[in-house]
């Protein structure tokens, strides 16, 4: 009898396990969750600040290194991803599927788009990017009419990520609060 039940729990820990996402990827979703929610506080406040103050300098070098570090972390997400696959979907509707497939796919774009667009922006003036202190070869040249090009880009995929990050987390509340089908379990840590 007690052997029964140790193989029914070793089963269902075992099912359990499966239907998680890998340590790595979890580690990474809220790592990358963290410092892109971050990087937009940041970045909305900075843009706010008046020009010459010393401070909207450091923020700004501060931003740019975080973003860079989120642009190589999301390539090891998806590394991750290929080497660790993930769990199985959760029984829903199709069109709940296609909504967070269509969600993720956007997130994921956003998450490589964004730095690209930061960086290539800053590669049309005379600053340049700083990777922590290191600085990163420049692609431009100062020009103001193609900064403003990329920067437009970057703001406005910026506030698509605000609205991509709500209906992320809308949808994981939605599945712990109405459907409680532990979806959510699957990513916390």
């Not at 790592?31 to 600040?49: D, H, P, Q, T």
Request: net charge positive; proline share 5%; hydrophobic share 50%.
């Amino acid at each position: 009898m007690s052997t029964a039940r140790t193989t029914a729990k070793t089963r269902n820990a075992t099912s359990e396990a499966s239907d998680r996402f890998a340590r790595p990827m979890i580690t990474l979703h809220w790592l990358i969750a963290i410092a892109i929610i971050a990087m937009l506080c940041i970045g909305f406040y900075m843009v706010s600040l008046p020009r010459g103050l010393p401070f909207k300098s450091t923020l700004i070098n501060f931003h740019k290194s975080l973003g860079m570090t989120v642009f190589l972390l999301v390539l090891l997400r998806f590394w991750a991803r290929l080497a660790y696959g993930r769990p199985p979907y959760l029984p829903m509707q199709t069109w709940q599927r296609a909504a967070a497939s269509i969600t993720q796919a956007f997130l994921y774009v956003g998450m490589v788009a964004i730095p690209l667009t930061g960086y290539f922006g800053s590669s049309f003036n005379k600053f340049g990017t700083r990777f922590w202190g290191v600085p990163l070869p420049q692609w431009g040249w100062d020009d103001q009419k193609l900064r403003r090009v990329f920067f437009t880009f970057h703001g406005f995929l910026a506030w698509a990520m605000v609205v991509l990050i709500a209906l992320h987390f809308l949808g994981a509340l939605k599945h712990q609060l109405i459907d409680r089908d532990g979806l959510l379990k699957r990513m916390w840590p």
